[in-house]
T-cell receptor, first 111, second 114 residues
Framework: QKEVEQDPGPLSVPEGAIVSLNCTYSNSAFQYFMWYRQYSRKGPELLMYTYSSGNKEDGRFTAQVDKSSKYISLFIRDSQPSDSATYLCAMGTGGYNKLIFGAGTRLAVHP | GAVVSQHPSRVICKSGTSVKIECRSLDFQATTMFWYRQFPKKSLMLMATSNEGSKATYEQGVEKDKFLINHASLTLSTLTVTSAHPEDSSFYIC??????????FGPGTRLTVT
């Protein structure tokens, strides 16, 4: 079993839809949870960073962490074609330790 | 937000030559830098972790004599691919962590070995 599981998609939605992206994990020691967006042939861009459980909102993006279920989510409201990218979840135990990445979910938002 | 640059963005080299890729944190001091490799439509594969002034820690299966990493200052790390072969062709991405532990990624370097 992988430490972090993420459905690779692809996920195709119409413009304006609410998108839900999810990851599950097995290591209960993970404390830091991040979501990155990666456009084709570019480096990943940090979207959301959450410590421990709870919700965090930034504009159209909401990140949720449920440590009891070992499940994290990223919601995108009012999705736009410019949101079309690969979304990677990542998590770590803290400090400068390495992050463990999910496989990435490819999202396509069509007009 | 924190900015990380990489140079060059693209490089084509002949088999047997060495290539150096630079990773710089432009507006923060990077205590730790990471080097990743990414194949098309695949996730990131961590190659090594480097701390300023220390030897890099390589992931299992990564040849440290082939992928030389130097982290000489708090804003610069370099990856040198020695005696490159076509199978080393890939997208190489660095990331940097400062005081707040988040990793910020560079734009990546596409290496093609002919």
């Amino acid at each position: 079993q992988k430490e972090v599981e993420q459905d690779p998609g692809p996920l195709s939605v119409p413009e304006g839809a609410i998108v839900s992206l999810n990851c599950t994990y097995s290591n209960s020691a993970f404390q830091y949870f991040m979501w990155y967006r990666q456009y084709s042939r570019k480096g990943p861009e940090l979207l959301m960073y959450t410590y421990s459980s709870g919700n965090k909102e930034d504009g159209r993006f909401t990140a949720q962490v449920d440590k009891s279920s070992k499940y994290i989510s990223l919601f995108i409201r009012d999705s736009q074609p410019s949101d079309s990218a690969t979304y990677l979840c990542a998590m770590g135990t803290g400090g400068y330790n390495k992050l463990i990445f999910g496989a990435g979910t490819r999202l396509a938002v069509h007009p | 937000g924190a900015v990380v640059s990489q140079h060059p963005s693209r490089v084509i080299c002949k088999s047997g030559t060495s290539v150096k890729i630079e990773c710089r944190s432009l507006d923060f001091q990077a205590t730790t830098m990471f080097w990743y490799r990414q194949f098309p439509k695949k996730s990131l594969m961590l190659m090594a972790t480097s701390n300023e002034g220390s030897k890099a820690t390589y992931e299992q299966g990564v040849e440290k004599d082939k992928f030389l990493i130097n982290h000489a200052s708090l804003t610069l790390s370099t990856l040198t691919v020695t005696s490159a072969h076509p199978e080393d062709s890939s997208f190489y991405i660095c990331s940097a962590s400062g005081r707040t532990y988040e990793q910020y990624f560079g734009p990546g370097t596409r290496l093609t070995v002919t």
